[in-house]
């Protein structure tokens, strides 16, 4: 297998003639090759988009949104193939692929639904016999970098939104996962999208990531990935004066309260925290629980983390999959040396599996420490992998303040059967979603997706919100009383 760019409409290698080998994290086999593009190839994706944005912005929303629904429906006839796909490149497991893909059906559906609306505002104007009114128009060029744990889904996120609204996409994903771009490129083709109005370059983040965020005509950068990285894409747009939009990550938690449905907090940690292997932005990296029920909790996780089977995502049976390659490995078990020397206790876990079937692939066993304070940098930095901090603490108000102690602000929960407790963590929690009585992963495409401090930089995916990203405000007043009326001087005291 051969993942090429998909510049207006054709396949085709990179001028670099580069590739680099596709790695199935589960047994450290190639399965395919990907071309490793240079700014060249970025310049003429983001020409051929230039080009096709602007007749592709002249076509009727509701006719745009046509397409996507076409997408979503070719999504669903394939779900299965594209999930088994998806398993193989990244490694998370049957199940959870075919949920990121369903993911990506909803967002079709949802966004092709929003072509019949994109409502501006219709305003009173303060003069007599004048329309006063706001319309949302396309950006022009979106350029989308996306990181490898939702190959598929964070970029639907992304484009859907954008080309509803009018605009032409050139997509970098991540070079781990080239195959769900290339798939989905393939749909939107089937699908009767316009050449050139969705392009895909591969490559990485240095030359051909940077090369779209300082391409002059591309007008906005979507970015999801590490805090680093986005701190510097948001220091090049801000020279540039781009519109940018970036989702960082989080180190998100879990509360649970002395009154809690424990056997539901254990069900709802065990899915956020080792769900994915721990590699998604909301996963559960913390658990702030109160020091009466702490002990009784700890017991329940130890007992229900035995049932995690550790191994190749295509088997249905298995529950925990592997990490995307060796250097997340490496990178998991330096976290976990930090934590121990930090002082933490460790419950279980805290090894990468080296024996049997294991040997070849990236496997880490999930963790639990226990007796984390706060400040540790455990409790602090996004480690990306399965591995749990317990937080013990004394009141609600605590945990609040403990849950809003990081850098950062995705996702949060609550396990709490009181109801004044529910309303009070729902406006106190610092994080752009927060749950009751569920785990920290789960977002549902047709919220706002982001959070709040270093998680971002105030925009938001998905939901309604995400068309504020893709569109302008166009602010249009028609006078029709054939008089030149001024404003703010020809008002009536
Ligand atoms: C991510 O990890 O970047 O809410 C996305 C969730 C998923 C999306 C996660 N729907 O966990």
Redesign the pocket.
Known sequence: MKALNFINGEWKASISKQFAPVINPANGEAIGEVTVSIEADVDEAVKAAKAAQKRWALVPAPKRAEVLYKVGYLLKERKEQLARLLTKEMGKVIEEARGEVQ?GIDMAFYMAGEGRRLFGDTTPSELKDKFAMSVRVPVGVVGIITPW??PI??ATWKSFPAIVAGNAVVWKPALETPFMAQELAKIFEEAGLPKGVFNVVHGDGPTTGNALVEHPDVQVISF?GSNEVGRMIAEKCGRHLKKVSL?MGGKNAVIVMDDADLSLAVEGILWSAFGTSGQ???ACSRVIVHEKVKEELENRLLEAMKTLTIGNGLDENVKVGPVINEEALQKIDRYVRIGKEEGAKLLTGGYILRDGEHQKGYYYAPTLFTDVQPTMRIAREEIFGPVVSIISVSSLEEAIAVNNSVDYGLSSSIFTRDVNKVFQAMRDLDTGIVYVNAGT???EIHLPFGGTKGTGNGHRDSGVAALDVFTEWRSVYIDFSGKLQRAQIDVEE
């Open positions: 993911e744990n939702f889904a964070i999801t989702e998604r932005c909301t992963t789960g977002a």
